[in-house]
């Protein structure tokens, strides 16, 4: 299988059910900086779908986060409206965060049907990035609701094993020869480093219940030949140890909030093509990249936090163990 059909192994427990979603949000966000708590007023949804198709029910509440933390400390509701497809909320949902942290946040807002059983379905959902926001403004904002990116809709996801990564970024100030700006180097700009530390419980993809493996590294946009990085091959095992550096050059750190890093594992199969055995991506997860939306700006989970995590403390290595996306 091709990395077109990598979907996220990662949704909310939930019934995503079959709705298909309509409708928007409409809100307006504003920063207090005395209290440094920035101030969420979910003001209504117009349009939504039914949660309930048979009984042409919907009582639907609004959910949030601050990506990319989905911890339940992150969250906040609204209070749930019965029996409305346009429900009118007025409510203010508060977090207490610096000014200086939210530039690396996203919004997510997503909405749900609860019903008396207490089951919650997918309506739709929508991120908003706040490195661009003017939280002076307080206008209020209408965005249309999508489906969740990627999300298996039967909620089955093939376990595929896990890979241990460790990331650097080492800003051009701080890694060795960036003075030396000789022209035609890719010397401007950071560091990126990537230790392909190991897999553990990949598929067999061999007759003897073993793979020969290996990652195949892209930071894209860009999915060329300098873009691309491998470890050599391990052989006759499941639970490989690589212990390999993928270095890239020539990143910025507001480059960071636009590329993303994929990683893909592969049986090597000498005389035919090569098998597909699981994939991560780390990035921002907001689905944009340099103002264009992109369906491969799609982690989630530990790839979020890894990035994230890597980000925040340049210079240091930042470990995470992921689980691969079939």
């Known amino acids: 299988s091709t990395l077109g059909s990598m979907v996220s192994i990662y949704s909310e427990a939930g019934d995503f059910g079959n709705v298909v979603v309509t409708g928007g949000i409409s809100f307006s966000l504003s920063y207090e ?54 429900p009118l909320y007025n409510e203010l949902l508060k977090y207490e965060i610096n000014k200086s942290l939210l530039v690396a946040r996203t919004l997510q807002f997503s909405v749900w049907h609860h019903d008396r059983f207490g089951r919650n379905t997918f309506l739709g959902e929508v991120e908003v990035p706040l490195d661009v926001w003017n939280f002076e403004s307080h206008l209020e904002e209408f965005l249309p609701l999508h489906g969740k990116i990627g999300a298996d809709a039967a909620g089955l996801h093939q376990y595929k094993g ?30 990126l480093q990537v230790w392909i530390k190991e897999a553990k419980n990949l598929t067999a993809a061999k007759s003897g219940g073993t793979s020969d493996s290996f990652v195949k590294g892209y930071l894209l946009p860009h999915k060329n030949k300098a873009s691309k990085r491998k470890t050599p091959v391990v052989k006759k095992t ?25 990683l893909t594992v592969w049986d090597r199969e000498p005389l035919s093509s090569n098998d597909f055995l699981g994939g991560v991506r780390l990035g921002v997860g907001n689905g944009m990249s340099n103002g264009q939306a992109v369906d491969w700006m799609d982690s989630t989970g530990e790839e979020l936090n890894l990035w994230q995590k890597m980000r925040q403390y340049p210079g240091s290595w930042a470990e995470g163990t992921l689980q691969l996306r079939s």
Do not use: W
């Open 33 to 86: 900086q005395k209290m440094q708590t920035l101030f969420i007023h979910v003001k209504e949804c117009r349009q939504l779908a039914y949660g309930d198709e048979g009984k042409k029910r919907s009582n639907p509440y609004v959910k949030t986060y601050l990506l990319p933390d989905k911890s339940r400390q992150g969250k906040r509701k609204t209070t749930i409206k019965r029996n409305t497809v346009n």
């Open 162 to 191: 896990e890979l241990v990564v460790s990331m650097k970024y080492i800003p051009s100030s701080k890694h060795p020869g960036a003075g030396n700006s000789r022209k035609g180097k890719m010397g401007e700009g950071g560091e």
């Open 238 to 262: 499941l639970n490989p140890h690589y212990n390999h550096t993928f270095v890239y050059n020539g990143v910025n750190p507001e480059d960071l909030q636009h590329i993303c890093l994929e």
